[in-house]
């Protein structure tokens, strides 16, 4: 699915590139953003909240199992 011209992958990798600049671990912060759906596990940095807020966290957690399993599978 594509958000403002811009794919679920490609929104994922500035999100945690965002994370990574902020000084935070980007698995902690995806995880806690998932099970809470609480923005604020997100930084403002390059937008990243504005982002993660419109897009629908299902979505997210289906690309990141998926990920795993095409991976290890």
Known sequence: MKHNDVSLEENLNML???MQDSGYDPAVQFSNFILSEDPTYIPDCDNARGIIR???RDEILRFFIRSYF???V
Request: aromatic share 12%.
């Open 70 to 72: 095409e991976k290890t």
């Open 54 to 56: 419109r897009m629908d």
């Open 16 to 18: 945690y590139h965002a």
